[in-house]
């Protein structure tokens, strides 16, 4: 549990410093790219990667022959909701579209790398118990 929390705090503080540097590139820098639903986009990914730490952090307590499905599982549902997400703001939104996907798809980056460093490292740490 204290991993967990760890692991929750460490994507708060990913979260909190992707919002205002986005913000702050996107208001002052580009302030012509800048969309109104941006500050969203960071809840979306956190609340995303919250999810996919905390259903790591259980599959790794469990059996580890379930590791490698319920990461694939995870992955995919996480994949398909982005496309969803980013397809439907194309569609209906249509403003600032270029920046929005730029963002999105970049934000898509930082936070699988965040929650692959995650997933090793839990997988680690249960390797490491159960052999040791």
Known sequence: M???????????????????????VLRAVFPEYYFPLYPYMVVFFFLLGSITIFSIQNVTKKENSRYFNVFMIIKMIKLLSIVTIA???ALFVRENTISFLFTFFAYYLIYSIYEAYVSMKLNKAKNEITQG
């Open 2 to 24: 204290r991993e967990l929390r760890r692991y929750i705090f460490q994507l708060t503080f990913l979260s909190i410093a992707c919002l205002i540097t986005g913000y702050v």
């Open 87 to 89: 397809g439907a703001y």
